[in-house]
């Protein structure tokens, strides 16, 4: 019996050691020439931790536009996998973002549905701003989404 478990042990342990041989990932010659940096520790246990930029946001605010919506407008981000869903206060929506340091963009290819908006609400307001917007905040719990220095869109953490 424990030279059955010694006969399968050692398969176990050639079979990994051969399939991670053949496991290789040839590169080209500019990548030769591309100089490597380090992760530290710091670097990796950052990388590690979710980004305080993902969750879901409740919109509070549009300067300059009525805030009379049906259905309080919501975001989802999610920073790892570089996309959002949520609705505009009307319509559902969904698409992809990029986020680099304080700087945030979001893809102008978004879904939505095509339900019919009512009331004073302008839902495209919400969209053009969505669009325009090119770098966040965060303070406390609020998320300012501006365009340059303008606040086009402030949002609070919605409770998980």
Known sequence: MKSLLFTVAFGIFFTTCSTSENNTTSVGAEALDTPTTAINSEQRDTARKPSVLSGEWQL???????SNWNKVPILHLDVDSAAFYGNTG?????????????????????????????GAYKEQVFLDNLLRVNNYSINDTALH??????????FKRRPI
């Open 60 to 66: 509070t605010a549009m300067p300059g536009h009525a």
């Open 90 to 118: 009307c319509n559902t929506i969904s698409g992809r973002f990029l986020v680099r340091g304080a700087s945030i963009t979001f893809d102008n290819e978004i879904m939505t549905t095509k339900m019919a908006c009512t």
């Open 145 to 154: 989404l501006r365009q340059l220095d303008t606040v086009k869109m402030i």
